[in-house]
């Protein structure tokens, strides 16, 4: 069982950058593999990034890429996602989830375990 927390979500300025950070407990999270999805009002989950357990390979969807960073702190039990340069288009819901395979990465049933989610919202 894992248990996952986000935090870090807010009201910003379109150019402004927000770090969310997904704490998790349990005996299986430090071997997990962890993603970032989001959801706007109407639409599908989407996929945002993912990161290995040990953290040395990163995925990304095209729209963040580049402007989004994926990483974690195992001491912490912590996955952090920096975004950069926010866009009105990146307003959302922020899910962390964790799952045990890398297969599928982008894809949410690949994932066991979710957060509650975090709002971002970016306007001006």
């Known amino acids: 069982q894992v248990q996952l927390v986000e935090s870090g979500g807010g009201l910003v300025a379109p150019g402004a950058s927000l770090r969310l950070a997904c704490t998790g407990s349990?005996?299986?999270?430090?071997?997990?593999?962890m993603a970032w999805f989001r959801q706007a009002p109407g639409n599908e989950r989407e996929f945002v990034g993912a990161i290995t357990y040990t953290g040395f390979t990163t995925y990304y969807a095209r729209s963040v890429k580049g402007r989004f960073t994926i990483s974690r702190n195992s001491a912490m039990n912590t996955v952090y996602l920096q975004m950069n340069n926010l866009k009105p288009e990146d307003t959302a819901v922020y899910y962390c989830a964790a799952g045990r395979y890398e297969n599928d990465y982008d894809q949410t049933k690949n994932y066991d375990y979710w957060g509650q989610g975090t709002q971002v919202t970016v306007s001006s």
């Open positions: 349990g005996p299986t999270f430090s071997t997990s593999f």
